[in-house]
Each structure stands twice: as C-alpha cells, then as structure tokens.
T-cell receptor, first 118, second 111 residues
Framework: GAVVSQHPSWVICKSGTSVKIECRSL??????MFWYRQFPKQSLMLMAT?????????EQGVEKDKFLINHASLTLSTLTVTSAHPEDSSFYIC??????????????FGPGTRLTVL | LAKTTQPISMDSYEGQEVNITCSHN???????ITWYQQFPSQGPRFIIQ???TKVTNEVASLFIPADRKSSTLSLPRVSLSDTAVYYC????????????FGTGTRLTVIP
C-alpha cells in the first residue's frame, strides 16, 4: 500500500513551452501533497504544499505564477511548469501525506519526473 | 524547524552492519523520526519511523535514546543494492517540520 505515481517519468521540451506533471496517490487518499525539486548531487528542496480544494502554499523563492499547482481531488495533484527555460531542468518529485491510524502520518514519494528544457 | 545533521558519506563492506546516526537537538515533544532511502533518479522510499526506544521492521532498526536528540538507523548485513542516500527527517506530520531534507548520508557498499 501507499503507492504514489508520477506521469510522465521524463519529458524533454523546448524553451518557452509549458509542461504538466501529474502526481497520483493510487491506493490512499491524500488531502495534502508536496512538490520537490532536486538538482544533481543535491538534496530535495520543497517547492510547495498542495491542499485539496485550496490554493497551494509556495516556499520562499518559488514563483507561483511559473509553477502552477492544482489539487482538484484527494488523489491527484498537478504541477505545470509554465514557459519553461533551461534553468528549470531538474528532477521533480511529488509526495503525498497519508493520514493513517497512527498518531502521526508519513509522506510517500512518487518516482520523480526528469524535466529537460532545451 | 527541527534541523537534522548527518554524516555526508559512509563506506561499508558487503555483509557488514551499518549504523547511520542523525542529530536532531531541537526535536519537539510531538515529533516523530522518519528515515528515507533514495536511489539515483528515484523518489525517496520510506524505510522506518519511530518516536522513542527501538523500532524494527523487515529492512532496518531504528534506535532512539531517551533524550531523543539523536537517532541511529541500523542496516543489518548490507549488500551492494543498499548503496544509496539516506535521509532522516523529524516532525509531527501536521506542520512543516518533516518536509525539509538535510544533506543526507551517501552510503557506498563495497564488494
């Protein structure tokens, strides 16, 4: 259980185009999903927190108009990189917070999406 | 935020037990400790979570002393496939504390 999928797993696009990445929790409901970015040899950096049915909360330095996040259902969140440029090339990872029976809950991560902007 | 500190890297031979320690001096009363494993070009994978004393599952053990200011992930008899980056995070799951990854520990298993 607790499987999170991402689609696509990799994408190559031209500079100036927009790219949409989907994140799905397959066997549980996630009221909260998170989007991270990871550059080579670096740790994960939180970009934004996505709550179902409300606006996303962005971390400092992350442009909300460039990285559009939609969390329309309890199992799906999307990240759209608008007008992508080469510096947006990175590994994008989503996670979903599973609310379980314990007194705390845990993030489960998707496999990641490799974005390359030419 | 409960900041964590881990060794940047560790090497181990196959078949040995590996212990990775994480410091979290300002852990809050409600915080849990969670460890993740990440292979290159993959998302982090949940390994184990605990609050105090010892927790064991099919892949690892987690030791947490009474003051909870540190924790140790123990991997028994590592194999080459355990070469990865290991992250510890602390938080209560309701706030932002468990969302910020530190540097992690890059474990290299040597044949």
């Amino acid at each position: 259980g607790a499987v999170v999928s991402q689609h696509p797993s990799w994408v190559i696009c031209k500079s100036g185009t927009s790219v949409k990445i989907e994140c799905r929790s397959l066997d549980f409901q996630a009221t909260t999903m998170f989007w991270y970015r990871q550059f080579p040899k670096q740790s994960l950096m939180l970009m934004a927190t996505s709550n179902e049915g409300s606006k996303a909360t962005y971390e400092q330095g992350v442009e909300k108009d460039k990285f559009l996040i939609n969390h329309a259902s309890l199992t799906l969140s999307t990240l759209t990189v608008t007008s992508a440029h080469p510096e947006d090339s990175s590994f994008y990872i989503c996670s979903a917070r599973r609310v379980g029976g314990r007194s705390t809950d845990t993030q489960y991560f998707g496999p990641g999406t490799r974005l390359t902007v030419l | 935020l409960a900041k964590t500190t881990q060794p940047i890297s560790m090497d181990s031979y196959e078949g040995q037990e590996v212990n990775i320690t994480c410091s979290h001096n300002n852990i809050a009363t409600n915080d849990y400790i969670t460890w993740y494993q990440q292979f290159p070009s993959q998302g982090p994978r949940f390994i184990i979570q605990g609050y105090k004393t010892k927790v064991t599952n099919e892949v690892a053990s987690l030791f947490i002393p009474a003051d909870r200011k540190s924790s140790t992930l123990s991997l028994p008899r590592v194999s080459l496939s355990d070469t990865a980056v290991y992250y510890c995070l602390v938080g209560d799951g309701t706030g932002a504390n468990n969302l910020f990854f530190g540097t992690g520990t890059r474990l290299t298993v040597i044949p």
